[in-house]
């Protein structure tokens, strides 16, 4: 029974049976299969809702063959939770299909979420079924809908300028959103606390509560899709008081003389007639002052106003606003009122004399309210305080006055003038004091002339210096000097003598006979009763030669360099334009050169192309514009060694095939102690991986003028080449290569050939094809070669090599004359001027050819018809026997009435070379004669044939022929091999 069903279905399963009845038995043989179904879900959950607190159903049906088991799961956003408090039902409508039932008595938010069913039985393991099997159902929520819930109690009371915080919860399924409203107008969302899967938490802050935007009922509204709830509560701001509130001018004052009013201000959320009674209650404005106590009545709900007719300086200060609440208390709020009045000088500025570089103070006060502001004028021009004065409020007057000072630090001439204060508060026109002069005592020096003098010592003997000053009365003169180089560099007195002459009372100076030591910065000064006054500094240089170059040492040396440095001479104020370096070898005047240093500010400098090794003398000296400087003390350097010059005549001499002698003379500029000589070989004739000497040299000490170099390769042409070698601080410097000579080694015995290799020569038996390539090492001229050769047979010890001569233009030769199929060795030496060593071992085998014929042929007889014929192989099989061909031929003559008759006999036979070499012949003709002849044969064919002859008689004899044929001849020899018993003869 075959059953095609690419996916089972239900009603295919069950338990199967087959049974076969025998009909020559009774026995009835039977067998069941159970064909089993996945479980799969027939009907999944609708997806629907319900509300909270009624009843709900869900049902799952799952068809299988077992019958499934069906389990059920509930998740919140991806999240497993368990089904706690829910009936559980399951209808087995037969047995392949089953029903559950979820019985939700009372929907909660505890029981809202994503409900699945999920089918299993014993063949799905972990409840895998085939992608075709669907065993989990669609989900179907139970949503529950939201309940807003304001945390805070209602009434809730928030204080002025506090942080006021709201809580909404809110719960459902799906989790609502929560909507936050204020008088009828949505406010922006609040900040996310906590979230669940069926609850959410949102707050709102309002900062620095007011009544007027803070006041009034809130609501959370919390929505979701099942539907909308609300909850609410009212915010309370408690009442207060506040004031007092300045009213007319926008910037808090009132005019002075002008009538002004001052009101409070009733705040608070709720503010009804209820908690303020209008008949009964007053708002108290009291001025602190003055104590007197204006009631006036209430207004209005909120603002109450007190006016004053006349505002003066007098009604400015505090007031407080008092509120008699129903419950006893009092609010209370206080604030200060100011009037403006117009500014008014209590102390005016005088006139005042002072001494030149003193400080001057000039006083004025003004008073006003606002407090007034002073500012101060010079020759009718505005001063600027901040950089000429410091002004100062007198604390101890009354709080609307205002002291200023002005403070003239160091006056002068230039301060001589009217002084005038301005005061100002922004009420009316600036009022301006009078004018105060003021007058003061200087003295002045102008300058010195010249401004400054530079002088050369070469050129002038004298200078002249004039002071212009001025005061009053005129004041008396003094010169002072400051010197140049002089490290306290303080201001001394000069005094008129033999080189300093003075007139007009000591406002001019010459000087006589100068010389660099009146260098300086003088000055004049000045004075009379009103102070001292000093000129600015006049600088003089009087300049010269530079002085001696001190110091003279040596910073660095090199082979070739000298780094000598000095300390830099006093210029004598003329800038030094460069240095001259005198240079001397020492012991070659000749070699002497001046070398210029650019540079004022150069004080080491790096003599170059010095020669190595040798030994200098060297001078500085400075030049200015005035002139060159002496010359500093001799400095005594020798250079360093350096690396030696090319060495002279190189000779080389051939001593042997592998020797040669290199001799060589001394550098003509050794530029040191020679330490080493260096003869360098190479042959770049030979490969590169062969040529283990290339680069190579051979050291021997600097006193040594040759050298044998040993280990050279044999008749090979050097490269060679000498340096010499100077050490310093361990470093190796080696001088140029000498000019390359080239030499060769002497010839010598070659290398053996390579790549000997003989061959056959097909079809050749006698020949052998050798070739070779020229040997690696010919150590010479190759004249020819020498091919030797021989058998290669242990049993021959004594058997000589053969040769065979050829010219060095060959590489190749055949070897004639030898024997066929036998292997030789062969060996080829290359011959120079002598003859080299022999070639490693070559082995060949000639070509194969056609064998001897057999030997020791033999025939013995068995009965009186056959025989039994065995032979030898041949003496020369020249080749591997394929097998041996025996021929056996006979005639019989007979006669038959009047006739006769022969009968022709010839019979061939076939040996394998790998078995015995003896046959049977059977079968044969009494009385005949027959002719054997038996071959040997090779790939190249048969060979030559071997004879037997054979006679067979009635009698039994048996006469055996043995006969060989050569070219030129044939023999037999016949052998009576059994005795014939009948005639009794041999």
């Avoid at 005038?420 to 102008?446: H, I, Q």
């Avoid at 009087?542 to 003279?552: A, F, H, M, S, Y």
């Avoid at 056959?760 to 150590?779: A, F």
Wanted: aromatic fraction near 8%.
């Amino acid at each position: 029974l075959i059953i095609k069903k690419s996916k089972w279905k239900l009603e295919a399963a069950g338990v199967y049976s087959c049974s076969v009845f025998f009909q020559e038995s009774p026995v009835t043989v039977s067998a069941n299969a159970i064909v089993r179904v996945f479980p799969f879900i027939n009907n999944s959950p609708l997806k629907s809702s319900s509300s909270e607190h009624l009843p709900y159903n869900i049902n799952c049906t799952a068809s299988g063959y077992p019958l499934p088991t069906i389990e059920w799961e509930r998740s919140i956003n991806g999240t497993i939770y368990p089904i706690d408090g829910i009936e559980k039902r399951q209808l087995r409508v037969s047995d392949r299909m089953l029903t559950s039932i979820l019985t939700f008595n009372n929907s909660s938010i505890s029981t809202a979420g994503e409900y699945r069913c999920r089918v299993h039985s014993s063949i799905t393991p972990q409840g895998r079924v085939p992608s075709h099997y669907r065993n989990v159902s669609d989900s179907v929520s139970l949503q529950v809908p939201s309940i807003a819930t304001i945390l805070s109690k209602t009434p809730f009371t928030a204080n002025w300028g506090s942080r006021l915080t709201l809580r909404c919860v809110a719960t459902g399924y799906p989790v609502p959103n929560i909507t936050w409203m204020f008088g009828g107008q949505q406010i922006l969302s609040g900040a996310l606390k906590n979230t669940t899967a069926t609850s959410i938490e949102e707050v709102v802050h309002f900062d620095n509560v007011s009544a007027e935007s803070h006041g009034g009922s809130y609501s959370c509204l919390a929505k979701n899709s099942i539907g909308t709830s609300a909850s609410t509560i009212t915010v309370n701001v408690p009442m207060r008081v506040d004031g007092p509130i300045l009213r007319g001018d926008s910037k808090g004052y009132v005019r002075y003389g002008h009538a002004f009013s001052i009101g409070c201000l009733v705040r608070g959320y709720p503010l009804s007639p209820t908690q303020i009674k209008r008949n009964q209650q007053k708002l108290v404005i009291t001025e602190k002052s003055t104590s007197n106590s204006l009631t006036v009545a209430l207004e209005s709900s909120r603002l109450v106003f007190l006016t004053i007719p006349a505002a003066n300086v007098s009604v400015s200060g505090s007031y407080i606003c008092k509120m008699h609440l129903l419950n006893g208390s009092t609010l209370t709020s206080s604030g200060k009122v100011s009037v403006k009045v117009a500014p008014y000088f209590v102390q005016n500025v005088t006139d005042m004399q002072y001494l030149q570089h003193s400080s001057a103070r000039l006083h004025c006060s003004a008073a006003g309210n606002p407090r007034p502001t002073i500012t101060w004028t010079f020759n009718s021009s505005a001063i600027n305080l901040t950089s000429t004065s410091t002004r100062h409020t007198n604390a101890s007057l009354l709080k609307f006055l205002t002291k200023s000072v002005l403070t003239i630090n160091n006056v002068s001439r230039t301060d001589i003038g009217f002084y005038r204060c301005v005061a100002s508060n922004g009420l009316r026109l600036k009022v301006t004091s009078a004018a105060a002069f003021l007058d003061v005592y200087y003295v002045l020096v102008a300058s010195v002339r010249p401004l400054s003098v530079v002088l050369q010592t070469n050129n002038h003997s004298y200078f002249t210096l004039t002071c212009l000053v001025m005061g009053n009365p005129m004041p008396n003169v003094t010169w002072l000097k400051k010197a140049h180089l002089r490290e306290d560099r303080e201001m001394k007195l000069l005094a008129p003598g033999s080189r300093i002459v003075s007139k007009d009372n000591n406002r001019v100076v010459t000087f006589l006979n100068i010389s660099t030591e009146d260098s300086g910065d003088y000055v004049c000064r000045a004075s009379n009763q009103a102070g001292v006054a000093t000129s600015s500094e006049v600088s003089v240089t009087i300049q010269g030669v530079p002085t001696k170059v001190d110091v003279l040492s040596v910073k660095d040396t090199t082979d070739n360099n000298v780094t000598i440095q000095w300390k830099r001479p006093f210029d004598q104020y003329s800038s030094i334009s460069h240095y001259c370096i005198r240079v001397e070898m020492e012991g070659n005047s000749t070699q002497s050169k001046l070398i210029k240093v650019l540079g004022s500010l150069s004080t080491s400098f790096v003599v170059s192309h010095l020669k190595p090794f040798s030994t200098y003398h060297f001078k500085v000296h400075a030049v200015n514009d005035i002139g060159p400087g002496p010359a500093s003390d001799l400095l005594r350097v020798r250079t360093l060694t350096s690396a030696p010059g090319r060495v002279g005549q190189v000779n080389a001499q051939v001593l042997s095939s592998t020797k040669i002698q290199v001799s060589w003379t001394r550098p003509e500029t050794p530029n040191g102690n020679i330490s080493y000589y260096r003869v360098y070989f190479s042959a770049p004739s030979l490969p590169q991986h062969l040529d283990s000497m290339s680069q190579s040299f051979k050291q021997v000490s600097g006193t040594a003028l040759s050298v044998n170099v040993t280990g050279l390769e044999k008749f090979t042409e050097y490269n060679l080449n000498v340096t010499a070698v100077n050490v310093l601080d361990k470093n190796y410097l080696e001088g140029p290569a000498s000019n390359p000579i080239w030499i060769r080694t002497e010839e010598d015995a070659p290398s053996p050939p390579m790549n000997v290799n003989a061959a056959m020569v097909p079809d050749k038996p006698s020949l052998l094809n050798v070739r070779w390539s020229p040997p690696d090492s010919p150590n010479g001229n190759v004249t020819g070669y020498i091919i030797l050769y021989k058998k290669n047979d242990s049993t021959l010890e004594d058997q000589p090599w053969q040769s065979v001569n050829v010219s060095s233009s060959k590489i190749q030769v055949n070897i004639t004359g030898l024997t066929a199929f036998t292997m030789y060795v062969v060996q080829v030496k290359a011959i120079t001027f002598k003859p080299g060593s022999v070639s490693v071992h070559s082995f060949a085998t000639t070509d194969q050819s056609i064998p001897s014929s057999p030997e020791n042929l033999q025939a013995s007889e068995k009965e009186d018809r056959a025989f039994r014929l065995s032979w030898t192989r041949p003496k020369y099989p020249k080749g591997a026997i394929t097998n041996y061909t025996i021929l056996l031929m006979g005639s019989k003559t007979y006669s038959e009435g009047n006739q006769t008759k022969v009968v022709s006999i010839k019979r061939t036979k076939t040996v394998r070379p790998d078995l015995p070499l003896t046959t049977l012949l059977s079968d044969l003709l009494p009385d005949v004669e027959y002719d054997i002849e038996i071959v040997a044969h090779t790939v190249k064919g048969e060979g030559e044939p071997g004879h037997i002859s054979v006679s067979t008689e009635v009698s039994g004899k048996f006469i055996l022929f043995e006969c060989a044929f050569n070219k030129k001849s044939v023999w037999c020899v016949a052998l009576i091999l059994r005795a014939c018993i009948r005639q009794n003869t041999v």
